[in-house]
């Protein structure tokens, strides 16, 4: 089965900062890959999806690109609302996540 | 929107079956994944099933254990799993996934079911 790897696993930012996270797929899963923001207590949210469409509402500071086997999820100037843990998933065949990073206040 | 039914707690080797009631869109049209989250551990996905056929796809470690089943009567989605243990201890999911034949990502999810398996 395809295992979906983050790094890293936590993120100390500040607000305004811009950070980035990985994700890598240890095969190819072209562009089918999800990016979801989970806060505590509350279900993920979905932010993108096909590696880099964003969701409609999500703000254009929130960005994905990749493809194949590896992937990054860029939050630009960081917001106080912006600190959770980020998930990726692939979506073909099995939706498998990623383990998670967590954005943590610096 | 989807919404779950209440909190289960069950002993270890039972089985537990938690619905997800969907509205605001045509139930049949759309897949619906089911995905499980322990204390304090990430996202795990169990499964999906289209609701139109009933057609199931399950992650290989839910395999002989989970069952996925929907009522389109009631726009109502299923998700049983048996054999029990403190390991499936987790909040539960219900999640629409992409338009039926389509590949996408979990746009609208319920607001999670406890389950807590304990002797």
């Known amino acids: 089965d395809i295992q979906m790897t983050q790094s890293p696993s936590t993120l100390s930012a500040s607000v305004g900062d811009s950070v980035t996270i990985t994700c890598r797929a240890s095969?190819?899963?072209?562009?089918?890959l999800a990016w979801y923001q989970q806060k505590p207590g509350k279900a993920p949210k979905l932010l993108i999806q096909?590696?880099?469409k964003l969701e409609i509402g999500v703000p254009s500071r929130f960005s994905g690109s990749g493809s194949g086997t590896e992937f990054t999820l860029t939050i630009s100037n960081l917001q106080p609302d912006d600190f959770a843990t980020y998930y990726c998933?692939?979506?073909?065949?099995?939706?498998?996540f990623g383990q998670g990073t967590k954005v943590e206040v610096k | 929107h989807l919404v779950q039914s209440g909190a289960e707690v069950k002993k270890p080797g039972a089985s537990v079956k938690v619905s997800c009631k969907a509205s605001?869109?045509?139930?049949?049209?759309?897949?619906i994944h089911w995905v499980r989250q322990a204390p304090g551990q990430g996202l795990e996905w169990m499964g999906w099933i289209s609701p139109n056929h009933g057609g199931t796809n399950y992650a290989q470690r839910f395999q002989d254990r989970v069952i996925m089943t929907r009522d389109t009567s009631i726009n109502t989605a299923y998700m049983e799993l048996s054999r029990l243990t403190s390991g499936d201890t987790a909040v539960y999911y219900c999640a629409r996934g992409s338009e039926l034949r389509f590949l996408g990502g979990l746009d609208v999810w319920g607001q999670g079911t406890t389950v807590t398996v304990s002797s």
């Open positions: 605001g869109y045509i139930f049949t049209n759309y897949y």
């Open positions: 998933q692939r979506y073909n065949t099995y939706w498998t």
């Open positions: 095969q190819s899963v072209g562009s089918w």
């Open positions: 096909k590696a880099s």
